[in-house]
Nanobody, 124 residues
């Protein structure tokens, strides 16, 4: 079992940057594949980025590729999402999620544990 807590959300102007953190409890953090998802008001949850257990491989949605960077520090039980060149359409609640199986999935249904979410608001 792992518990996830996001932090670092906030309000930023378009073109600015924010960094999100996802801190995990438990000694088995490095065994989890981690993903970031987001949900904007009135829209379905969508995949943002994901990272393999030891950070070797990363995956991104086309909408954030080149602007967002996912990374992890297993010694600190933390995953990060660096968001640059933010756009108003990036406004959403951002969630980190943990998947026990090691292979890539971009559907939230394939993830086992979720954080409570962090609000990111980008003003135009």
């Amino acid at each position: 079992q792992v518990q996830l807590v996001e932090s670092g959300g906030g309000l930023v102007q378009a073109g600015g940057s924010l960094s999100l953190s996802c801190a995990a409890s438990g000694r088995t953090f490095s065994t989890y594949f981690i993903g970031w998802f987001r949900q904007a008001p009135g829209k379905e949850r969508e995949f943002v980025a994901a990272i393999t257990r030891f950070g070797v491989t990363t995956y991104y949605a086309d909408s954030v590729k080149g602007r967002f960077t996912i990374s992890r520090d297993n010694a600190k039980n933390t995953v990060y999402l660096q968001m640059n060149s933010l756009k108003p359409e990036d406004t959403a609640v951002y969630y980190c999620a943990a998947r026990q199986r090691p292979n890539y999935r971009d559907s939230g249904l394939e993830y086992d544990h979720w954080g409570q979410g962090a609000q990111v608001t980008v003003s135009s």
